[in-house]
């Protein structure tokens, strides 16, 4: 089975991390994000993953290499040269999605965290025998989003409404498709919408079919969202038990620390903690609601809460970061700061306060 993962643009929205590494390569919960979904695939027998790229290429397989051997799948790159949009990818990697076998593929947004239930998927898309089936969650405000309209009974999808003015439903659109070969008949080689253009046709013709996602879903494109999506992240690991949560006096809910940091004594951390790899926690350091990328050293009795750490950073003593403070790559909080939703880009020193959310150049 052959899978395709829309990796897409620039991703602007979580800038200025990806000032530093393609969007997908940016950890979430101490790991790219990308391999969380090369892992859910290769678990249900996917041979072969199909990346839609139009941005550093190179950087991505280079970083790839060492994964395709320790996961045995085949990672290969179909690359834009201009933006396509969500279908026209699909057109341009035809080539290789296609094998002659008549199997389904899959095709994921790379955004987009949640359980993956690919397994039941398929099950699912054996059972209906229509042409395509998506994945869609429930959502507590769907106006801000495009619905899909389905038949309870048997998932049918009836239409879409995009960001409807009264409530038509709360399930939307999920970023997760199994699609038979003859859709790729429907696209043409152009910048072109799967959502709006394709899927929409499909409905028309009562072949497209909608599955309920179990369990927890985020797109964690942008900064709010990715912490949000941690926390539900980490909830899924707890529900699982599982032995890669962090225990102790220290640890507060659900924490992840990649085993080669180090954490000083009296430290408080937690919840919904990430800590990665080489990272130094000095002693008395408060931390919740946040990420650590590599690297990072957080000095005696900072504090920080709902933000994110870029690689190699340092918090300064007594500093307090929060309020979804981003730094970049390689920023240095001066001793006794504060940060109030400051975005730093990479290579900075931050010696004086920032009292309100705002980027510093």
Sequence with gaps: MKALI??????????????????????????????????????????????AINYQPELMLNFL???????????????????????????????KLIDGSGKPFFVLNSDVISEYPLKEMIEFHKSHGGEASIMVTKVDEPSKYGVVVTEETTGKVEKFVEKPKIFVGNKINAGIYLLNPSVLDRIELRPTSIEKEVFPKIAAEKKLYAMLLPGFWMDIGQPKDYITGLRLYLDSLRKKSSPKL?????????VLIDETA???????????????????IEPGVRLSCCTLMRGV?????????????GWHSTVGRWARVENMTI????????????????????????KSSILKPEIVM
């Design 6 to 51: 829309l990796v897409g643009g620039f991703g602007t929205r979580l800038r200025p991390l990806t000032l530093s590494a393609p969007k997908p390569l940016v950890e979430f919960a101490n790991k790219p994000m990308i391999l969380h979904q090369i892992e859910a695939l290769k678990a249900i027998g996917v041979t072969e993953v199909v990346l």
């Design 65 to 95: 290499k060492e994964f395709e051997k320790k996961l045995e799948i085949k990672i290969t790159c179909s690359q834009e040269t201009e933006p396509l949009g969500t279908a026209g990818p699909l057109a341009l990697a035809r080539d």
């Design 246 to 254: 962090a225990k102790g006096f220290h640890i507060l809910g659900n």
């Design 262 to 280: 180090v954490i000083g004594d009296g430290c408080l951390i937690g919840p919904d903690v990430a800590i990665g790899p080489g990272c130094v």
């Design 297 to 309: 050293r957080i000095k005696k009795h900072a504090c920080i809460s709902s933000s994110i750490i």
């Design 327 to 350: 730094l970049g790559e390689d920023v240095h909080v001066g001793d006794e700061v504060y940060s109030n939703g400051g975005v730093v880009l990479p290579h900075k020193e931050i």
